[in-house]
């Protein structure tokens, strides 16, 4: 009886960390779906269209970026008596209202200034009180939402509103690039990670029939859709854009993500803005994960979102982190209470690790060439260090106890059995430990040496273990029921366009 | 609705947009551009596979 239940919770402890493949499993999936988007997608339906479109910026002390944005938006490849720019000012106390008064002077009539004179309630009530404004009258048919700092190209709208001329379309959505310039190394990282998470994801998307967020920074909607959503975005959470896009669909209407509309944004440049991002990231597809509990796994006549791809794709992410803490702990209980079955089950998770990493790394680069050659060194390391040496180690087992052999031997050192099963269960915790690994770049980079420790650790670490630590710690505040505040990413008007 | 501004249909007042044939044809050049870009990640998919068993068989076979 005893021996039954010691197999059993073997076996348990297996299927937990074989568990830890299924988000990778699941990554490698939906980069197959990328494969066949040119025989699912919506090119076929699109049409010359060019509706008279309001553009909506929320703005709070964006002085810095949003006169260029302006700029770009007037120069846009697109009928000028069909575009209007409306700012919403949330009650900004730097030169905005200067600035986009200033805008309005220069582009008379194209340009309107609305100002809120009681702000920081967050970007939702900015958006509702420009929304409010605009399907006031019925010049508006379509509604483009963008952030103040991104930068479009010149084509960017026009291929956003071809997909428009088909009624089923409610919104379209477009590619966001990283685009600050100078970047640095964790740009860089983020430039691999919407390559991963935007083009290729969301074409992915496009093929199951389910988008699972309109980008912040460019949504483009139809009246139809927005009159049809109640003239107005959620306010009671940290995710209005992905409520948005799951609420367009629940309504009946298509989204699509068009990946060769491009637009440049700025991206956080220090671990601690990345963290203030993310963190509202996370909460917030906690939020819409609680929020739309009925919804998984049902599926449903009018929309895609209950399908098992878009569930899986949905959860693999959400639930990644418990993932790696889990196959962790239980290797190391694997470890002490049978090793040989625990060597073989690290052997078959890295394995596919192994496999997936290098089918998205490498299509990922290829997706994206422009970017990725600028990236590439980020996107072989977004695993970080150690796990890149596992992912090696598991690749090339006989070559890496050759290579390690003769680095003793040159070193003159003789590797006791000690000195083997401790970096076993180095390895064994690594997944869970290189979160707290990424968390100690947070915590180092205001330090006196953090621009040097800060890079280093997440280069051992990973630029992913880092995302799953910003993960984790935004779950433990909305269980903890943390107070919701909208921390703005900081803009300075890094971002442009390569041309 | 909307095509090169023809109008009306379904009450979309005032859509306007290029017209003539010039404009139509680069939309439709576009369009095949674009949908040759996607036909040619199928390429590039199948490019990543094959290094992915490239590898495995490299290390089944002779570095195991």
Redesign the interface.
């Known amino acids: 009886m005893a021996h039954d239940f010691g197999a059993a919770a073997e076996w348990v402890l297996v299927a937990l960390v074989i568990l830890a493949a299924g988000p990778q499993l699941a990554g490698s999936w939906q980069?197959?779906l990328?494969?066949?988007?040119?025989r699912r997608?919506h090119?076929a339906e699109?049409?010359?269209?060019?509706?008279?479109t309001a553009i909506l910026i929320p703005a709070w002390n964006e002085a810095a970026v949003v006169g260029n944005s302006i700029d770009h938006l007037m120069s846009l490849d697109y009928?000028e008596?069909?575009l209007r720019i409306f700012v919403v000012d949330d009650a900004s106390t730097d030169a905005t209202p200067e600035v986009v008064a200033a805008k309005a002077a220069r582009y008379s009539g194209r340009v309107v200034h609305l100002r809120r004179e009681r702000g920081g309630e967050g970007k939702a009530h900015t958006l509702n009180h420009g929304l409010s404004v605009i399907l006031g009258d019925?010049w508006m048919?379509a509604l483009l939402i963008m952030d103040a700092d991104v930068v479009y190209e010149r084509d960017t709208l026009r291929?956003m509103t071809?997909h428009l001329?088909d009624?089923n379309v409610g919104a379209v959505t477009a590619y966001i690039k990283e685009g600050s310039r100078p970047g640095n190394y964790l740009t860089r990282f983020i430039g691999y990670e919407y390559i991963t998470a935007q083009t290729a994801a969301r074409?992915s998307q496009n093929v199951i029939g389910a988008i699972a967020c309109l980008a912040g920074g460019a949504q483009l909607h139809s009246r139809a859709n927005l009159v049809l959503l109640g003239g107005r975005v959620d306010t009671s959470s940290l995710a209005e854009d992905t409520f948005t896009t799951f609420n367009t669909q629940i309504a009946g209407h298509r989204v699509v993500f068009e990946p060769?509309a491009t637009v440049w944004a700025e991206e956080p440049s220090t671990i601690v803005g990345l963290w203030k991002q993310r963190m509202r990231w996370a909460r917030g597809n906690f939020q819409v994960t609680v929020r739309f509990r009925r919804l998984w796994f049902h599926r449903s006549k009018g929309h895609h979102l209950g399908g098992i791809n878009f569930g899986v794709f949905w959860f693999c992410v959400f639930l990644l982190p418990f993932f790696m803490i889990t196959a962790s702990a239980s290797l190391v209980t694997l470890y002490f209470i049978n090793f040989p079955l625990a060597w073989r089950t690290f052997h078959v998770l890295w394995i596919t690790n192994?496999?997936t990493y290098?089918?998205i790394t490498?299509?990922s680069l290829?997706?994206d060439p422009a970017t990725g050659r600028r990236v590439w060194r980020e996107a072989v390391l977004f695993p970080g260090l150690v796990n890149l040496a596992v992912i090696v180690y598991t690749?090339?087992?006989?070559?890496c106890r050759w290579a390690t052999r003769d680095l003793f031997r040159l070193l003159q050192v003789v590797p006791t059995p000690l000195y083997a099963h401790s970096v076993i269960l180095l390895i064994y915790v690594w997944l869970a430990v290189s979160m707290a690994a990424a968390y100690l770049a947070k915590l180092a980079e205001p330090h006196k040496f953090g621009k040097i420790i800060s890079p280093a650790l997440v280069y051992v670490a990973g630029y992913g273990p880092l995302l799953c630590a910003c993960t984790f710690s935004a779950y433990v505040k909305e269980l903890r029921k943390a107070e919701m505040k909208w921390d703005k990413t900081e803009k300075t008007g890094k971002a442009a366009t390569p041309v | 609705m909307g095509q090169d501004g023809e109008d009306g249909q379904g009450g979309d007042p005032g859509v306007s947009g290029a017209s003539g044939n010039g404009p139509s044809r680069s939309f439709d050049e576009e369009i095949r551009a674009a949908v040759r870009y996607e036909k040619g990640l199928f390429v590039k998919a199948m490019l990543a596979l094959a290094l992915v068993a490239l590898v495995a068989v490299l290390r089944f076979l002779l570095f195991a």
């Open positions: 980069f197959l990328v494969a066949v988007h040119f997608n090119y699109c049409q010359p269209y060019f509706p008279r009928p008596e069909a019925d048919q291929k071809r001329a009624r074409r060769h192994a496999a290098l089918f490498t299509f290829l997706i690749c090339f087992p006989r070559l």
